[in-house]
């Protein structure tokens, strides 16, 4: 099945009011709108949410949010809620990344949660996994994000909604990336996972982006890998011209 490609940029917690002229230069590198083969998202940090999605509207880009509460509303001080996220213009959430596993001590349960909720506010939940280095030294790779996938995806709703980014921990921010076969094998078995959750056909309909340390120079061989979707790209996401590059490495349909 042919799915459309996605590239994401997660600026994390990176980004004062001036970084929005770097949203407004990658419009430009990309000739002022959205290629019309793929998607385009940034997701800055909930302080420029309102203002990027204004300055992106009519360009075809898309804003999300990081993480969002699982709630709608309520005494939760300090964090956002999908519905906030929609309402101030985003149209996806990245849910589970491991920074918010490790630093807050997120769990495939709420990380379950917080995707229901961004479905429940009409936002495409970019839900993460990936197993740690210790993981994979043990050679429970595959398990290991198999069984984040089973845990963290709601069950009950449509699997096209949904997006899975595979990044495996230990090559998030270090320059490092995993082969392009073990790429293959892990988004083989997210797929598979995907699919014994959800069902053959919503489990080929699904988009799995690859994570970590993808950069100008490794992005075209990392899209290429079959099952690769997109990416989510942290770093490399700052800077305009980084991003074009990536956004612009894509494989072409046709
Ligand atoms: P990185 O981050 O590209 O800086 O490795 C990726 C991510 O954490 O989403």
């Known amino acids: 099945m042919a799915r459309r490609m996605l590239i994401a940029g997660n600026?994390?917690?990176?980004?004062?009011?001036?970084?929005r002229d770097e949203a407004g230069r990658l419009v430009e590198a990309l000739g002022g709108r959205a290629p019309d083969d793929a998607d385009v998202l940034i997701c800055p940090p909930a302080t420029l949410l309102a203002d990027m999605a204004r300055d992106l509207d009519g360009s075809g880009l898309l804003v999300g949010g990081q993480d969002c509460h699982a709630e709608a509303r309520g005494a939760h001080t300090g964090d956002v809620s999908a519905e906030m996220a929609a309402d101030a213009g985003a149209s996806h959430v990245i849910v589970g990344h491991s920074e918010r596993r490790a630093d807050h001590g997120e769990t495939d349960e709420m990380v379950r949660e917080k995707a229901a909720a961004a479905l429940r506010a009409g936002l495409t939940p970019v839900i993460c996994v990936g197993e740690t280095l210790a993981d994979r030294d043990a050679g429970r790779a595959e398990e290991i994000v198999s069984a984040q996938i089973r845990g963290s995806t709601p069950g009950s709703v449509d699997a096209a909604g949904l997006v899975i980014a595979y990044e495996p921990v230990w090559a998030i921010g270090t320059g490092r990336t995993a082969s392009s076969a073990d790429i293959a094998a892990m988004h083989a078995a997210a797929r598979a996972a995907l699919a014994a959750v959800k069902g053959a056909d919503a489990g080929a309909a699904v988009r799995i982006l690859y994570g970590g340390s993808v950069k100008p120079d490794n992005a075209a061989a990392i899209l290429a890998i079959d099952g690769v979707d997109g990416?989510?790209?942290?770093?490399?996401?700052?800077?305009?011209?980084?991003?074009?590059a990536i956004i612009a490495a894509r494989p072409r349909p046709g």
């Open 231 to 244: 990416a989510l790209v942290g770093g490399a996401s700052l800077a305009a011209a980084d991003f074009h």
């Open 11 to 19: 600026w994390k917690m990176n980004g004062l009011q001036a970084a």
